[in-house]
Structure formats: structure tokens, C-alpha cells
């Protein structure tokens, strides 16, 4: 149980295009769901938290803007990076949380290149 | 500024040693500390850790809490090269909205080799 999955788990884009990344819980309806940067060697780090119906709550220094959040039902979150720039190369992963526990399930992530 | 600290970054043993992999934080409104591992993609949930002193076991793998000192231990004992893999330590905090967000360490490699 608790499986997320997330699509595509790759994509290379080019400069100044949008990237959109789903996020789906499989087996459990999430009514929260959260979106992680990770880069090389380095641990995750939080993006946004995102509830089901309502708008996301971004970290200090992301741009809301850049990236948007939706989250549309409880078993679907999506995170589009707008006008993506080489920067913004990054593996991108989401979590999803039953809300019974402070457990986080984790998706596959999303390695994104941006040429 | 909340941060999660693990020791060491990296371990090489051979497969039946045992290992003991540390966590330490400074967290404001601490609400749980929990473990992953992390192979080739996703963190997989290994233990989550509310109480000092109580130990959570899984096969192998074994975890508790010291809330008073700040710090948490992963044990696993007669490693397998199978349980090569990053391990990540993340410790959950109240915000003033009463959700929650998991601050994560570092990680440490962990390579068992034949």
C-alpha cells in the first residue's frame, strides 16, 4: 500500500519551455502533497506543500510564479515549471501523506534537463 | 535555523558488519524524526520516531530517539550489499499553522561490498 507514482520520470526540454510533472497516489487519497528539489549529492529540499483544493504553500526563495502547483483531487498534484532555464535542471520528487501520520510516501521523481 | 545533521557522509564495510549511522537536529516545535532510504530514486520509508528511548525494529534494521540529547541512531546489523543505498534522516516540526514540514540531513552513503 501508500504507492505514488509519478509521470514522466524524465524529460529533457528546451530553454523558455514549460514542464509539466504529475504526481498521482495510487492506493490512498492524499489531501496533502509535497514537491522536493534535489540536486546531485545533495538531500531534498521542500518546494511547496500542496492540499487539495486549495493553494499551495510555498518555501522561502520559490518562486510561486516559476513553478505552479495544482492540486486538483486527492490523489492528483501537479507541478509545471514555467519558462524552464538550464538552472532549472533538477530531479524533481513528490511525496504524498495519508494524513494519519507524519509518514510521507515518495514518488520515483522527475529528472528534469533543460537544454 | 533548523537543521538536520548525519555522520558520518559516507561507509564502506563488507557484508555481515554491522553499522551505525547518526542523526542529529536543532528544530524548533519538533514532532517526529523519521528515516528513509534512498537506492536509485525514491526515499522508501523506514521508521518514524515520536518518544525517546523506544526502539522500532525491522529485521535487521533497528532505530531510536533521544529527544533530550537531539540525536537518533540507525543500527543494521549483517549488512547485505542490498542495503547499499543513501540514508536520509528527516525530522517533521510544527509550523505556526499547525501543518508540519520535514526538514532533511544530508544523508549517508552506505556501500557494503561482498
Known amino acids: 500500500g501508500a504507492v505514488v507514482s509519478q509521470h514522466p520520470s524524465w524529460v529533457i526540454c528546451k530553454s523558455g519551455t514549460s514542464v509539466k510533472i504529475e504526481c498521482r497516489s495510487l492506493d490512498f487519497q492524499a489531501t496533502t502533497m509535497f514537491w522536493y528539489r534535489q540536486f546531485p549529492k545533495q538531500s531534498l529540499m521542500l518546494m511547496a506543500t500542496s492540499n487539495e483544493g486549495s493553494k499551495a504553500t510555498y518555501e522561502q526563495g520559490v518562486e510561486k510564479d516559476k513553478f505552479l502547483i495544482n492540486h486538483a483531487s486527492l490523489t492528483l498534484s501537479t507541478l509545471t515549471v514555467t519558462s524552464a532555464h538550464p538552472e532549472d535542471s533538477s530531479f524533481y520528487i513528490c511525496s504524498a501523506e495519508t494524513g494519519h501520520t507524519d509518514t510521507q510516501y515518495f514518488g520515483p521523481g522527475t529528472r528534469l534537463t533543460v537544454l | 535555523e533548523d537543521k538536520v545533521v548525519q555522520s558520518p557522509l559516507s561507509l564502506v564495510v563488507h557484508e555481515g558488519d554491522t553499522v551505525t549511522l547518526n542523526c542529529s537536529y536543532e528544530?524548533?516545535?519538533?514532532?517526529?524524526l523519521l528515516w528513509y532510504k534512498q537506492e536509485k530514486k525514491a526515499p522508501t520509508f523506514l521508521f518514524m520516531l515520536t518518544s525517546s528511548g523506544i526502539e522500532k525494529k525491522s529485521g535487521r534494521l533497528s532505530s531510536i530517539l533521544d529527544k533530550k540529547e537531539l540525536f537518533s541512531i540507525l543500527n543494521i546489523t549483517a549488512t547485505q550489499t542490498g542495503d547499499s543505498a543513501i540514508y536520509l534522516c528527516?525530522?517533521?516540526?510544527?509550523?505556526?499553522?499547525?501543518?508540519?514540514?520535514?526538514?532533511f540531513g544530508s544523508g549517508t552513503r552506505l556501500l557494503v561490498r561482498p
Open positions: 528527516a525530522v517533521a516540526n510544527y509550523r505556526m499553522d499547525s501543518s508540519y514540514k520535514l526538514i
Open positions: 528544530v524548533t516545535n519538533f514532532r517526529s
